[in-house]
């Protein structure tokens, strides 16, 4: 069973910076893609970044130049860097795994429970 487990959310102040961080288990296969989305209260889940296993990654347009995400293919992690942060960053953080093989056969998108990351004014 792939499991997620999210650590580094809580309360920062506007202009401050946070690092979030996430370890899979239960797979011994390489996962093509990790990513952290978010959710903030009556929002859509909204895609903040992801990183392929070949080294790419990808930003939404709005934590370009202040997020940074980075993953560990050896030890299955994934972080989020987020500088600059604002308090339209206030959100619950999810980590994803997408298209993670658990067999030659099975492969599926797994979740974390998510972490909140406030952001005051």
């Known amino acids: 069973q792939v499991q997620l487990v999210e650590s580094g959310g809580g309360l920062v102040q506007a202009g401050g910076s946070l690092r979030l961080s996430c370890v899979v288990s239960?797979?011994?296969?390489?996962?093509?893609?990790l990513a952290w989305y978010r959710q903030a209260p009556e929002n859509q889940r909204e895609l903040v970044a992801t990183?392929?296993?070949?080294?790419?990654?990808n930003y939404a347009d709005s934590v370009k130049g202040r997020f940074i995400i980075s993953r560990d293919n050896a030890k299955n992690t994934v972080d989020l860097q987020m500088n600059n942060l604002k308090p339209e960053d206030t959100a619950v953080y999810y980590c994803?795994?997408?298209?993670?093989?658990?067999?030659?056969?099975?492969?599926?998108?797994?979740w974390g429970q998510g972490t909140q990351v406030t952001v005051s004014s």
């Open positions: 239960g797979t011994r296969f390489s996962i093509p893609v």
């Open positions: 994803a795994a997408l298209g993670a093989y658990t067999s030659a056969f099975d492969q599926s998108d797994y």
């Open positions: 990183a392929y296993s070949g080294g790419s990654t």
